[in-house]
């Protein structure tokens, strides 16, 4: 028995050679899922634009004052306390994320992501610019003539003017807007200010401008584990093999399959149609050099491509219009891969291929895995019930605290660097610190005392006058006769409100000498 | 070779992935420890706490706060891909391939 041991390892063919990306030219479509996604756009930036301009109540109507520790949003304010809203918040919006995409498929990527939304609008500016994808193409491969140059110089420009925008208005969230607009033509911005306005502008045209589908491929964690939500009746963008292949080009006039009685395909030989396409590519395939990024249909029988009869053809004419709307490059055709964010530009696109072509839509369509596998399928599974149930009682819960939230609140702290001090008079005195937020809009006189029932004293008797929304911090001192208390002492500290009723009831500790 | 199977290794991958790797999950980690524990502490009454005579503003203490996270998941990142390298990073072969 003789092996040959190799003494150094020696790749004949690495597995996988790295490649650097292409960049992806999407080529500009309309139709339904465009629209809906400019609704979306218009809609989603609009908020994010405007919001800092509104007033409410003669104050800023959402802003997020992080040196004040306080949030405004629509007359609600929300202090740290409330921090437990915002956690709820988040995690409402966990499982609306669950909840949509077990329903539909990334409906968030394609028409909510911030990712989405601002990569539409440079893409925008990028037509408006430079051309559509034929265009842009050559524009990139051609000399720096004086057209490129200002073409491609407009569009930075603009990209540039945009993002700084952005991220002006980011700042605006955080401090008041009219504010800093008015402080900017003397350049009155603090050190903070001026980082965040360039940070945020420059994330804006690196993510949106630069990156682009890259940042939906490689780093949002969503990409990564949607697929754990997904089952085989989630709505997804799929096309029909059964009906499209075998694929091809065709002389006008060949009706569609189920017109001239070809009809829908088995699976399996739908699959196998599809498995040589993407094994021999066509001549169409090949110029638009895809990504290849499935392993789901592997060739293994034929060595050289079986051309399909005219009478076996299926309704996909092979444009590739699909590949090359795409804006993060793949062919749809492959079937479902994590890289789709769902935007529905290959529906729009085959749609308007079929319409031209006379054959019925929906080659590409919003359907599910067992729809296409002509398996019984439904929309509303246990996974939807949990998801929106408790989507809903988590929202009513929200809604209820937010509404119901204590309108003062007193925190007291023993002050933690002496147990107890003795006075002159033999007495002993423990020191509290409170901290007393009032969150309505209109100021209050507070009376500090001590609930009955205790041998406790307060040294003085303490009426403060808390400002509207915010917090007010105070020291008192309670004392108690030389030897009354020994040890660890249970008592309430009482807020009353001088022009309401019913106090509230703080507990503490008050420590003496050891028995 | 001939014999043995294959053993299948990953090329190296581009710097600008590796640290992007290292550097974008741990700002995202950073970014949400940041916003959780700020809004549960005042840095001014941490400040207080720890160094009392500096004078470090609000806006100062997220900030610091932000890196000393950024730091610490950073690390976390840097020290998994020590572990995920495979092994013929370090074993090199004669030709140093």
């Known amino acids: ?515 | 070779m001939t014999g043995g199977r294959a053993i299948p290794d990953c090329p190296p991958r581009p710097r600008v992935q590796r640290w992007g790797a290292i550097l974008w999950p741990s700002f995202f980690a950073a970014g949400i420890c940041t916003i959780v524990f700020f809004a549960l502490v005042d840095p001014l009454e941490w400040r207080d706490l720890t160094f009392p005579d500096w004078a470090i503003s609000r806006e100062w203490g997220y900030t610091l706060g932000f890196f000393a996270f950024w730091t610490a998941t950073a690390s976390s990142s840097l020290f998994t891909w020590l572990l995920l390298r495979p092994a013929s990073r370090f074993n090199r072969g004669r030709d140093g391939a």
């Open chain 1, 1 to 515: 028995m003789s092996k040959t041991i190799p003494i150094a390892l020696k790749d004949d063919e690495p597995v996988g050679l790295y490649q650097a990306e292409r960049k992806v030219y999407p080529r500009d479509v309309h139709g339904r899922y465009d629209r809906l996604r400019r609704i979306a756009v218009v809609v989603l930036l609009g908020m994010y634009y405007v919001f800092p301009w509104l007033s409410w109540d003669g104050r800023q109507a959402v802003l997020f004052d992080l040196p004040a520790r306080k949030f405004s949003v629509f007359g609600l304010t929300l202090w740290p306390q409330d921090f437990v809203f915002l956690a709820l918040l988040l995690i409402m919006a966990g499982i609306a994320l669950f909840f949509f995409t077990a329903v539909a498929g990334r409906l968030w990527c394609g028409y909510a992501c911030p990712q989405t939304v601002w990569t539409e609008v440079f893409l925008w500016i990028e037509r408006w610019t430079e051309g559509d994808r034929a265009r842009r193409i050559k524009l990139d491969a051609g000399p720096w003539t004086r057209e490129k140059v200002l073409r491609k110089g407009s569009k930075h420009l603009l990209w540039f003017v945009f993002a700084l925008w952005t991220g002006f208005t980011f700042v605006g969230f955080f401090t008041p807007v009219r504010d800093l607009a008015a402080r900017l033509p003397a350049f009155g911005w603090s050190g903070w200010e001026t980082f965040w306005t360039l940070f945020y502008g420059f994330a804006t045209w690196g993510n949106a401008g630069v990156l682009r589908e890259q940042v939906c491929k490689y780093m949002c964690p969503y990409a990564r584990f949607q697929g754990a939500m997904f089952d085989r009746d989630t709505l997804i963008i799929a096309y029909e093999p059964r009906r499209g292949e075998p694929r091809g080009p065709r002389k006008r006039g060949l009706a569609d399959v189920i017109a001239r009685g070809r009809g829908l395909l088995s699976a399996a030989s739908a699959e196998r149609w599809m498995a040589q396409a993407m094994h021999f590519e066509s001549a169409a395939q090949r110029a638009l050099d895809v990504r290849r990024t499935t392993g789901a249909y592997q060739q293994t029988e034929a060595a050289a491509p079986i051309t399909a009869s005219i009478d076996e053809l299926g309704d996909c004419i092979d444009c590739t219009w699909c590949v090359q709307v795409c804006p993060v490059g793949i062919d749809i055709r492959n079937g479902l891969q994590y890289e789709c964010i769902a935007c529905g530009a290959c529906i729009d696109a085959c749609d308007q291929v079929m319409d031209k072509v006379g054959y019925p839509r929906g080659l590409i369509r919003y359907t599910s895995q067992n729809a296409i596998d002509e398996k019984p399928w439904r929309l509303l599974r246990p996974r939807v019930w949990v998801y929106g149930l408790l989507l809903l009682v988590i929202a009513t819960a929200w809604v209820w605290g937010v509404t119901h939230r204590a309108p003062l609140t007193v925190e007291v702290l023993r002050d933690r660097n002496a147990l107890y001090r003795t006075a002159v008079d033999g007495s002993v005195e423990n020191g509290y610190g409170l901290k007393i937020v009032n969150k309505q809009h209109t100021p209050r006189r507070l009376r500090i005392s001590l609930a009955d029932g205790t041998p406790l004293r307060l040294r003085s008797s303490e009426t403060v006058e808390v400002p509207a929304e915010s917090v007010y911090s105070t020291a008192v001192t309670v004392a108690a006769d030389a030897g009354v208390v020994h040890g660890r002492r249970e008592f309430q500290f009482l807020v009353e409100d001088l022009d309401r009723p019913g106090p509230l009831r703080v507990r503490s500790a008050f420590f003496g000498p050891a028995p």
